[in-house]
Structures are given as C-alpha cells and as structure tokens.
C-alpha cells in the first residue's frame, strides 16, 4: 500500500472523507496533485466492482468556497456534452475533514502544466485549442444565466450525496442585469491594486483608456449572459496525445456569468499560459492558439466569434494578470531574472494595447 501525506491531508483524512461518501469503498493509494489553492488528490480505491481511480477535491481552512463546482459539474454533465468528470458525491460541512469537499471521476488523457507548454508541438496546441473552442460554443449554448457576476448555486447542503443537476441549482451571486458597470468595477479594483504594485507608473496612462473603453461598451449594449469558465489553461485540462482533443475540462471554481467574447478572451489568455506567457522564455504562440480556438468556436455551431468589447477584455486579462503574476511567479519558483523578465513585457504588451 502506498500512501501519500501531502498539504496537511494525512491519509487518515483522505480515507475519512472517502468513507462519508462512499461507505463502502477503502482508499489504496493516494497522490497528490500539484497547482491550484485547493487539497487535490488522485486517489485509487477498492469498491465492491473492483478498482477504480477517482479525485478528491477539499477546500483548505484558509480558503473559501460555496460549493458551486461540484453542483456546476452535475449540471454540465447533465445539460451538455462537455467531457466534464462525473460527481460521485459533496460534504459541504465537516468537523474534522476541510470541506466543502467532493469526489469526482478521474479525467482520462494527459495534464500538462503551463510552464511546460513548450514540450508540446504547435500543432498539438493548435488541436487542443480547437477542442477547448468546441467544447466553449457547447457550453455557451447552455441557457442557465441571465445576469452577470460570479456563479453560486442554490442548493441547501450536501452531507455526502450527488447535486442534483438542474438548471434552477445554479445561479449568480449579488447578481447585476448590466454587464458594463460589473466590467468597471472589476477593472477598477485591478488597477487600484496596481496602483500599490511595481506596475504603478501605468496605472495613470491606463486608466482613462479603460475607463473610455468602458463607456464604449455601455453605448454597445445589450449583452447576454452565459456560463463561463475562464480559465482554460493547461494545468485545468486533460487531452488525448494522440490527437489533442480534450477529454476532460477542470476546475470550475471561479465560474463566471459574462459575455461570450469576455470568455473567449480570458480562455485565449490561460491557454497560451496566463501569467507565464510572459516570461522571457517561454514561447508567444498566441495567434496560433486565438486561431484555432475560433475555428473550433465556428466549428462548434456557434456561426461567427462573438467579438463585442474584445479590445477591452483583451486589456482585462492583461490587468488581471498584472495583478496576479508576482505572487504566482513566485509560488512556483520561478528565478528573479524570470519575474523581472515578466514585468518588462508585461509592460510591453500593455503599450500595444492602448
């Protein structure tokens, strides 16, 4: 038996939560997987018809979380065809075990961090992103929002047993019928947080651009609303190798409820690696990756790229960014000479934006 401890989930915990779930089942192994703020496990179980791999997913105490993934994947999978894991089961409360917490299937296919997007060919990240765009025109489809912010669910608490997967269990939290005032906000807090950052000097130069193109997209209205997954990176994916298609799309943490453009922009950025696009060495093949995302959005039978307010978001998902790269950059390890390298072409890349 090989057991593995790893951020502060002993295998005594693991079995616990295991067993609230699934009474049934005893933990094997148990491997932990890196990336994320949340305790993930690649676990492999004994259950009554033989083994069986799944995931465990628990929430740290320093972190929060409602408990939408889990309820959002019920929904996903019931609605539509995204290879999305199946939820075997949620704790929303537990005395002893971080919760909330759930298990779901093990995505089939491979997982590639984002820092090694370049052991992968141009063409195998070209596929990918033609799958991540079918897959987004399926989920856009999906008509379960019709405000803007962040999604939540309205479920009462799960002691163990599956969401139930329906439309009306999702929602948005502290909801708004208007999505440039939302966009304003948003982007607001990210420049104010720049403002106390090493990216200070642009925050005077950005501003007015942002607050301009904010107005622009107020007299361009009306938007609609549709689930959004945002975050489309490497690490939040698995895919087959042999052909790139996507076999399994992860984390659903930080949904969304925006415009499909806003999507289709913040998807284009995690896919050609957020934050370390941006460092010195690694590859810029964005173009490549925006190409064929919008090929696989047209192929998914959404007919032309929704692209109202693309100039803005394409400034969002810089600021956003910026916002976070440092303490990410950091968390990962990467070199003073990585992260200075950053902040050159973060800086960079904003100018051409203005």
């Not at 019920?74 to 704790?91: C, D, H, K, M, N």
């Not at 947080?193 to 090493?198: D, K, Q, T």
Request: glycine letters at 8%; a negative charge.
């Amino acid at each position: 038996m090989s057991i593995t401890i790893d951020h502060g989930l002993r295998c005594e915990t693991i079995a616990k939560a295991l067993r609230t779930i699934a009474p049934d089942w005893t933990l094997r192994e148990s491997d932990p997987l890196a990336g994320g703020y949340h305790h993930v496990h690649r676990l492999v179980v004994d259950t009554p018809a033989g083994e069986r791999e799944c995931v465990l997913k628990a929430t740290p105490d320093d972190e929060r979380s409602d408990g939408v993934e889990p309820r959002l994947l019920s929904v996903l999978a019931e609605r539509t065809s995204l290879p999305v894991p199946g939820v075997l089961g949620v704790v929303d409360d537990h005395g002893t075990v971080p919760s909330p917490y759930f298990v779901m299937d093990a995505a089939a296919g491979r997982v590639v961090d984002r820092t090694e997007a370049d052991r992968l060919s141009t063409p195998t990240l070209e596929a990918i992103s033609r799958s991540v765009g079918r897959h987004l025109a399926d989920l856009h489809r999906l008509d379960a929002v019709n405000e803007f912010g962040h999604v939540t669910h309205r479920t009462g608490p799960l002691d163990g047993n599956r969401p139930p997967g329906t439309i009306d269990s999702i929602g948005v939290a502290d909801p708004t019928p208007s999505w440039p005032p939302l966009v304003r906000e948003w982007t607001d807090d990210w420049l104010d947080r720049l403002a106390e950052s090493r990216f200070a000097d642009l925050v005077p130069e950005v501003r007015p651009v942002v607050d301009r193109k904010c107005n622009d997209l107020t007299e361009a209205g009306p938007f609609d609303s549709a689930i959004c997954h945002i975050d489309c990176s490497l690490d939040n994916l698995a895919f087959d190798p042999e052909d790139g298609s996507v076999t399994g799309l992860l984390d659903w943490e930080f949904t969304l409820a925006a415009p499909l453009a806003y999507d289709l922009a913040f998807v284009e950025g995690s896919l050609a690696g957020g934050p370390w696009w941006y460092v010195p060495d690694a590859s810029d093949r964005r173009t490549a990756i925006r190409d064929a995302l919008h090929e696989g959005y047209r192929d998914g039978g959404s007919g032309e790229v929704p692209r109202k307010g693309r100039d803005l978001y394409e400034l969002a998902t810089c600021l956003s960014s910026m916002t976070l790269f440092e303490d990410w950059l950091v968390s990962i390890g990467a070199t003073d000479e990585q992260i200075e390298g950053a902040a050159r072409r973060h800086h960079q890349r904003i100018w051409t934006l203005l």
